[in-house]
């Protein structure tokens, strides 16, 4: 993986991270409930996020590799994979 997107991926998680220990603080005072899970959408959404950008990469870089390396059946259970991760 590219520095700039491993760059880009780290930035992104560490906002995550501040995200999640913001829902902590939210609960430990007590905070309104749709402002929790407002929250919680929003962590969700950098998470997704996260996911875009591997996946651009894994399709853009791996994937391509292994189908010129004859491995398409390895290419296309992977891309099967991850789908069925991402409709869980």
């Known amino acids: 993986m590219k520095d700039e997107n ?15 220990r913001g829902l902590q603080e939210m609960l ?9 899970i407002t929250q919680t959408s929003a ?3 950098g998470l997704s996020n996260v996911e875009d950008i591997l996946m651009e990469n ?3 870089s791996c994937l391509t ?13 992977e891309i099967l994979k ?7």
């Not at 760059?7 to 999640?20: C, D, F, P, S, Y």
């Not at 590799?65 to 259970?77: D, M, R």
């Not at 991850?82 to 409709?87: A, D, E, F, G, S």
């Open 65 to 77: 590799h292994q189908v010129k390396k004859g491995k398409e059946k390895q290419a296309v259970s």
């Open 6 to 20: 491993k760059n880009r991926l780290i930035r992104r998680l560490k906002i995550v991270e501040g995200q999640v």
């Open 58 to 60: 894994h399709l853009g």
């Open 28 to 36: 430990k005072k007590d905070a309104y409930c749709i402002d929790i």
């Open 43 to 45: 962590v969700k959404q």
């Open 82 to 88: 991850v789908y069925r991760l991402k409709r869980k």
